[in-house]
C-alpha cells in the first residue's frame, strides 16, 4: 500500500522527494490542492470515500499517516 501511496504523491507533486521528508505539510511538499487530488486518486485506487472532515494536515503528513487513513477507510492493505 505504501508503496502505491508514493506512486500518487510522485503524481502529484513529481518534483518532491518525498521519500526523504519526516512530514510533507511542514516541509511544503503537499498543500491544500495537492491533498484535493490526493484524495481523489485514493479514493478511486482503494474503492474507498475520504470524507471532507478527514481532510487533515495530520492525516496526509506521512505515508503512514496516510495509509492508517486508508486502513480506517476500509482500504485492504
Known sequence: MKEKIFEFLYEVRPECDFRQST???EEGL???FDIVSLVVSLDKEFDISIDGVDILPENFSSVESIAGL???KGAIQ
Open 23 to 25: 512530514n510533507f505539510i
Open 30 to 32: 503537499l498543500d491544500s
Open 70 to 72: 486508508l486502513v480506517d
